[in-house]
């Protein structure tokens, strides 16, 4: 590449970094004779800083309500300066937003559930993304190979369900193991906590346990084991052999 | 009316009207009885994303041909190839057996850190040499017929020392490339630059076009920008049937792609791109 070229990419590159009215005076200084109107330069420094934004937004539409519209604008720029696009696909700039929230918690006074909450919409989207393919059909019952596990002291799954029926309170504190995964015909995202029958109905499957076999060794009725097999495989987290 | 060179030397022929295959008709396009000639695809919507997107193309490309044109190659970056992208591209257009795939006259890249926008170059000789090998390279990895869009700017970049005209000519003919002429950008540029949109189409190596873009834009009081927000314009219109008349006919794809009021309304735009086509072959 001829200096000259890379004079150029290097003086965007600082310019599109953090895209502002010094940084574009900067860039002028580097390009003495550009007579280029500099509203014209700038539009590409609001689009590269709104492209972040409009990809974390759509991804996080939750944490934005709860933080707020200021502490979420300062969130999202500061998260841009980050340079989270690394990969061609744009939604990936999200990966990596959860952790920039567990850190910014204290330092900015983001309500406590706020990591929780970040890494429960980015597996949403991810799962929903997933590139794990549902064998079809199964040979025998299986976890839904979308499934993603999240630890959490928080309950957000009975959150974003109220939430859905318009109640706005926080999410309570307490330990929850949240379910995520795709629905293999809806090719949705599905939720729920752990409860003991989805445990149950997955420990059969990854272990290959018959509806038989777990009665016997755990006193509980057969039709209420084949019952919860039968409504977690409608809902996906499992995948059912054709009957 | 110019001989098309690049698209017989490669065996490819005109496939008539297209619309991109865009979130909002995953589940709706595959189903339609609309006219629909072939699809569109933005490659990075499908290289590492599973589920709906890949059962909407799974069932796009048993109707119709499927032509990626990617955003993200980043032809004239700094930044060497993404080997990952690369692959992944090579491996999507044998998928789909896409009779050819395109991107953009750009850079979107800069130190290993996506921009997810379409950047302009300066218009020079040193970009010229730069780009060349680098869609010699995609050619080779790829194994399929290639073309670079005119990309719309809203500024020229520094230094520039060759009409726009000549800087899209020297590449593609250096690189020996296909040409996807955005009309819409053609007419964006001149009104944003103040050029003749119909003498930059005369000075372009028309014989290279293989695939048209149409698209709607937004005019602002200094500044139009290319949104691809809504109908295509009348002076479009008129613009597209100019460059027709110079091509003969030339796949054409109907880009709308923010603001879409409905894909009722983007196959409506289709249709008036393929009756164009149908009265250009008549004259
Ligand atoms: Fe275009």
Redesign the pocket.
Known sequence: MKPSLKHFFDSMGSYLARPGDESLQRLYSAHPEWRAPSTRVSIYGDFVRGHIRTAVEKLFPLLRGAVGAETWNALVEDYTLTRPARHHEVNRVGEGFPAFIADAVSSRGLPPYAPALARFEWSDFAVFASQAAAPEPVERLTPNPTLVVLEQPFRICAWVRARGQGVTREPEAGDELALLWRHPELLVTYYQEATPPALLVLKMAVEGLSAPEVAAATGMPEADILDAVARLSRDGLVLAPPA | MVAMTYARRHGLSPLGVGIGLRRSFYEELPRTHRTLDWVEIIPENFLSLGGRSQRALDACAERWPVLPHGVGLDIGGPDALDEDYVTGLAALVKRVDAPFFSDHLCYSRLGGVYLHDLLPLPFTEAVVEHVVPRVREVVARVGRPFLL?NPSYYANMPGGTLSEADFLRNVVEEADCGL?L?V??VYVNARNHGYDARAFVDALPLERVVQI?L?GHTTYPDVIIDTHGDRVCDDVWSLYRYVLARTGPVSTLI?WDQDIPSMEAVLDEADLARAALREGAGR
């Open positions: 869009e996807l955005d819409n950008n873009h698209a880009e």
